[in-house]
């Protein structure tokens, strides 16, 4: 069974502080990982995609990925309250067409 | 543009009940999924179609019948469901099979 892991929460973050969040996956082939934000009630949206090891950055958004280690991160500079949702780390499985293994996610709740 | 659009919004349906949930993108995209989302849960892989064929299915009960009448339309027929199968289901698009997938905003079904 291939696994995404992720830190449920809350993670309780600081406005204007940086937010961390980690996810470890271990299908060793994955090449694609992607970060969605989904507050409550609502569907997932895409925040960041990232297929080379390295950093990316959009914005406040920066993704980093590290396939040796086989973990992905997504640091939230300048945290507002309207970032407080859940992150959901995704990674797309090598083995199965098209589908996405997600992590449970992380609960981030930015306080003023 | 990267809408996918799903209708209805909302549903309530008794266990007799038939009723359709649509799905509906026009950014080209050759791949559509169906999801289904409980509370505080990842979404969950339901069905995958590529070039209009379904090319997974994960094991989901035939009172989930999806259909895809050209590229553009996912349609997911309901038949004699339970309380269980209360949730949020997503539509998702992709390009490709390694490709980031776009949510739609979902329909909250509520089987009574």
């Known amino acids: 069974q291939k696994e995404v892991e992720q830190n449920s929460g809350p993670l309780s973050v600081p406005e204007g502080a940086i937010a961390s969040l980690n996810c470890t996956y271990s299908?060793?082939?994955?090449?694609?990982f992607f970060w969605y934000r989904q507050y409550s009630g609502k569907s997932p949206e895409l925040i960041m995609f990232i297929y080379s090891n390295g950093d990316k950055e959009d914005g406040r958004f920066t993704a980093q990925l590290n396939k040796a280690s086989q973990y992905v991160s997504l640091l939230i500079r300048d945290s507002q309250p309207s970032d407080s949702a859940t992150y959901l780390c995704a990674v797309a499985l090598t083995d199965s067409w098209g589908k996405l293994q997600f992590g449970a996610g992380t609960q981030v709740v930015v306080t003023p | 543009d990267t809408e996918v659009t799903q209708t209805p919004k909302h549903l309530v349906m008794g266990m007799t009940n038939k009723k359709s949930l649509k799905c509906e993108q026009h950014?080209?995209?050759?791949?559509m999924y169906w999801y289904k989302q409980k509370a505080k849960k990842p979404p969950e892989l339901m069905f995958v179609?590529?070039?209009?064929?379904?090319?997974i299915n994960e094991s989901v009960p035939s009172r989930f019948s999806p259909e895809c009448p050209n590229s553009s339309l996912l349609n997911l027929h309901l038949h004699a469901l339970q309380p269980e199968d209360s949730a949020l289901y997503l539509c998702a698009s992709s390009q490709g099979r390694i490709n980031t997938q776009y949510f739609g905003p979902g329909t909250r079904l509520t089987v009574l």
């Open positions: 299908d060793r082939g994955s090449q694609s």
């Open positions: 950014m080209g995209h050759r791949a």
């Open positions: 179609y590529s070039y209009e064929k379904l090319s």
